[in-house]
């Protein structure tokens, strides 16, 4: 195969009420709203392009692991501990459901934090190397 999968352009995100929610992730996230109709909405965030899409109530992105553990779907990052540590507080003053920052082991801390459909996404210190480099940072 002489071409190969270049990036993540989308990630579809089930929610219930896609105004609310869209709503939450431009003002709780800073994400912007490209496109909204009933059925979906087009936000763009973190350098990717977010789809609110109508589910049925109880539908997330979260899945249970081998081990019974509920898991989230995705990731997003930060540039260093001390924006990690800023970006948690002010998750908590806007009164976004966050996790306690965690050592899991690996290079950099985490944490983890919940949309308005209990959507589970995490929160990562450690920028990759090659977005530094692509961006300058």
């Known amino acids: 195969m ?5 990036r993540v352009g989308t990630t579809y995100i089930p929610v219930t009420n896609v105004e609310l929610s869209s709503e939450w992730y ?6 912007e709203l490209s496109y909204i109709d009933e059925d979906k ?3 763009n965030l973190a350098n ?3 789809f609110l899409v109508k589910s049925n109530e ?3 992105s979260n ?5 019974g553990q509920e898991r989230f779907s ?5 540039n260093g501990l001390n924006a ?3 970006v948690h507080k002010e998750f908590i003053e806007k009164e976004i459901r966050v996790g306690d920052i965690e050592n899991r082991g690996h290079s950099g801390r985490n944490f983890v934090f919940y949309d308005l459909d209990d959507n589970k996404f995490d929160v990562w210190s450690e920028l990759s190397p090659i977005f530094k480099e692509k961006y300058l940072i």
């Open 2 to 6: 002489s071409e190969k999968l270049l």
């Open 26 to 31: 431009v003002n709780k996230l800073g994400a």
């Open 41 to 43: 909405a087009i936000l």
């Open 48 to 50: 990717q392009s977010i």
């Open 58 to 60: 109880n539908q997330s």
């Open 63 to 67: 899945f249970i692991d081998i081990y």
């Open 74 to 78: 995705l990731t997003f990052e930060v």
């Open 84 to 86: 990690l540590e800023a």
